[in-house]
């Protein structure tokens, strides 16, 4: 791939990180070595497009919420929406990121962008089930000109790959590819609201 793009687990067995990696890009990276990923005995994908998105309820209290608290549920759910889009978007060939603007920015959602626009120029569409899980706050910058809110999640894209958009058939990838990994967020409190600004998967299996 020569244009500015993430690379990552579907497309080998260890993450390649460079500038502004993003989760999505990292996943997409398998595109790059699509064109000779086809083999002869593709099948017909039957993986359902439905996402499967689990988040840590927060604890129950019968002390009203702080306003850090009433933060944190807030992004959790931001990121919730942010892969649920990510999904719509990716499993749509001729599909825009309208949805998608409403909960990624900056560096999250030019890779989104960028990488979903050369997936689907190839004839590629990504199908299945992405599963976000064990996400946590690990940081808070509430008082900065621009809030942020760090996150650490578990992401597991095994069940999420490509297939050819005119025929749904897989597309074959890597079979040592790092599918479950840790991943590291940023997002930032914009005045349309909170956005995923970066996503940055990490060497780390979960």
Known sequence: MTRQSTTGPLASGTLRTRTHLTALAAILCATAALAGCSSGDETTATESTAPIVTMPALPASSA????????????????????????????????????????????????????AEYAHGRGRIYIGPVVVSKSTVTGTDLGSETPKVMLSSCLDVSRWRPVIADTRKPVGLPTNRLTKYLIASTLEKWPQGWRVVRDEPQDKRC
């Open 64 to 115: 009203p919420a702080g306003p850090e608290t009433t933060v944190k549920k807030t992004v959790l759910d931001v990121y919730q929406g942010y892969w649920r889009e990510m999904q719509a978007y990716y499993a749509d060939r001729d599909g825009t990121t309208a949805d998608l603007k409403q909960y990624a920015a900056s560096e999250a959602l030019a890779s989104a962008e960028n990488d």
